[in-house]
């Protein structure tokens, strides 16, 4: 390498960054000068060897001033005050947004707009109508919890649900599910939210009486733990009262560790 870059060379470049404004016009004429075929970064690498002060390649930033301007052209100041004068017309960002599309002739999208109003902190209201329409389209609605009589029955995913009461506000609390609704009538009692009703023979769309078994979450929790559940009927119902004694002897621990 020392050998290429003779003093001839280096004295060149010193004195070529004397009186020259950009590296990569240095550059070209060295290339030119002496036949050769460097890249920038080549040339860089050299001058930062021999500690040889060259100028920034002031081209490189012009490059990049253009690229965001012709990225960030869309937001001018004229397209800012629109925005900003908007939230004086309209309380929905939706239809700031459509104003603004058919004003300017963009297409611009509601997530664009959400992060333009974060960059420039524009302080925009929110899209009520398309939250309410995210809401209409949600998880309850979609599985038909809207326009059920009581006692009508959904489906979501492998349960089974039973409309329960009509709340001004349909949400899932009008619903309870179907094993849980039919074993409260078989045995006249009050479910807590602390009970689980399991189907014995693994068929959940077996509602008898005798494929219904009543047991609390801790005890679920205590054979999903052990892999109980894949067994069924006879040999599940063993395994369950296992589980039944083990939470009855962790509990009389309790009692008696707080005595």
Known sequence: MRKVWTEEKLDWIIESAKT???????????NERFNKNLSLRQF??????????LPKSSKIEYVRYDAWLKRERIWTKEKLDFLIESKNIYDDRE?????????FGTDISLTKLKSINTKFNLGLPVAKKKI?????KSF???????????GDE??????????????RKANYRNYVLKQKYLYEKYHNVKLSKNDCVIFLNGNRKDFSKENLYRLTKEVSC?????????????????????????E???????????A
């Open 20 to 30: 020259t404004k950009d590296r990569r016009d240095i550059l070209k004429a060295f």
């Open 44 to 53: 860089s690498l050299v001058a930062n060897e021999y500690k040889i002060r």
């Open 95 to 103: 239809d700031i947004l459509n104003a603004f599309n058919k004003r």
């Open 132 to 136: 309410e329409e995210s809401i209409r």
């Open 140 to 150: 309850i609605s979609s599985r038909g919890f809207y326009e059920k009589e009581i």
């Open 154 to 167: 959904i489906l979501s995913g492998t349960a089974t649900y039973i409309k329960k009461t009509n709340h």
């Open 222 to 246: 205590l054979m999903s733990t052990n892999g109980f559940y894949k067994s069924k009927n006879e040999k599940l119902l063993v395994r369950i009262k296992v589980c039944e004694w083990k």
């Open 248 to 258: 009855k002897i962790n509990k009389l621990k309790e009692i008696t560790d707080e």
